[in-house]
């Protein structure tokens, strides 16, 4: 039997993605196993799939001054001898991984150990984990055609992004009696990002008084950003983080908002789902996010806002819009020739696994 470490972690974009090709390497015979770090959000998650979990010590990696940057490299070079150890020890044939400041060291420990890696890059452009990790790494595969000549030595391939088959097999009628919502109104689903969105939280709620006259609400909000005094309010239902009830509120959803992650855009294209993206502004990120926005934008997939030049009477005509023109949007992901990536990442990772 052939043996896989997955790697990723720091928020669920950097996890779930692996969790997609679970099934598909089980049914091909791998044996799975997971490095991650001993707190971050991947723990919980890959511990609840079932699969073996290694912690290793990571430092943040940061694009500007800290005084933790003198001190995390030293976190980051004991994650590589753990890592190497563990490489030592469980004998990988391949090792995947989907980024994050954790994937840092299991790359470099898998490269010493002559293990061959296979990475994914979910965004336009490739993030710091990634470009550190490149060196090291046997091929990486890609969401969006422009990110093949951001990747350096013909090590890019484009496969797209792995999307979760729970996602795909959600059903509206569960989703809608986990809402359990009285009134039959159109559901609005709003999403931040697997940790969560102050800005996107706090908007919405500027905008409820309007917004749920047309609409019913379900708002995932992020880990400690419930309000308990909208806990009884008609027609609004709030979630710190989901997980296998997502792919019923997804299904159940008639539109979305949501920040532009990559795992987030890809999953709502493969659903069909008109959506407004509020990317992740400069301030706050790389860019990636506005980036992955404006291609969805141009192919006419979402609508797209900015942070700087939102407020809740803009947010509130925005997803007025949006609902209006939902049969547009739905008929241009229609006819979009991008699939899922699962298959063709699997037939990368068979072939570059050692004998």
Do not use: W
């Amino acid at each position: 039997m052939k043996k896989i470490i997955l790697t990723g972690g720091g928020s669920a974009g950097h996890v779930t993605p692996n969790l997609a090709l679970v099934p598909k390497l089980k049914q091909l015979g791998y044996d799975i196993e997971y490095i991650g770090t001993r707190n971050g959000i991947e723990k919980k998650i890959i511990k609840s799939a079932n699969i073996k979990y290694f912690s290793i010590s990571s430092g943040k990696l940061r694009r500007y001054f800290d005084i933790k940057n003198f001190t995390d490299p030293l976190k980051v070079l004991k994650g590589v001898f753990q890592a190497f150890f563990i490489m030592k020890k469980e004998k990988p044939n391949i090792v995947f991984s989907k980024g994050g400041f954790v994937s840092v060291p299991v790359v470099i420990a898998a490269h010493l150990s002559k293990i061959p890696v296979v990475a994914h890059e979910s965004d336009i452009t490739p993030g710091l984990a990634n470009r550190l990790s490149a060196p090291y790494c046997t091929k990486i595969c890609v969401t969006f055609p422009e990110s093949l000549n951001k990747i350096k030595d013909k090590k890019g391939i484009l496969t797209g992004t792995p999307i979760r088959k729970e996602i795909l097999d959600g059903s509206k009628i569960i989703g809608r009696r986990i809402c359990n919502f009285k009134e039959d109104k159109p559901i609005l689903l709003i999403v931040g990002g697997s940790l969560g969105s102050k800005f996107i939280n706090d908007i919405v709620r500027e905008s409820l008084n309007v917004l749920l006259k047309a609409y019913n609400i379900v708002h995932i909000c992020g880990k400690g950003n419930l309000d308990k005094t909208l806990e009884n309010r008609k027609g609004y239902i709030q979630f710190e983080y989901v997980n296998e009830e997502m792919p019923h509120l997804m299904n159940a959803a008639d539109i979305v908002i949501s920040r532009a992650g990559a795992n987030a855009i890809f999953e709502l294209l493969a659903l069909k789902k008109p959506n407004l993206l509020i990317p992740l502004s400069r301030k706050s990120s790389r860019g990636d996010q506005i980036l992955n926005a404006a291609s969805f934008e141009k192919s006419g997939y979402s609508m797209v806002l900015g942070e700087e030049s939102l407020n809740s009477k803009l947010l509130v005509e925005k997803v007025d819009e949006l609902y209006k023109n939902r049969n547009n949007y739905i008929n241009n992901m229609k006819v979009s020739n991008i699939g899922n990536g699962v298959d063709r990442i699997v037939d990368i990772i068979k072939k570059y696994s050692i004998q």
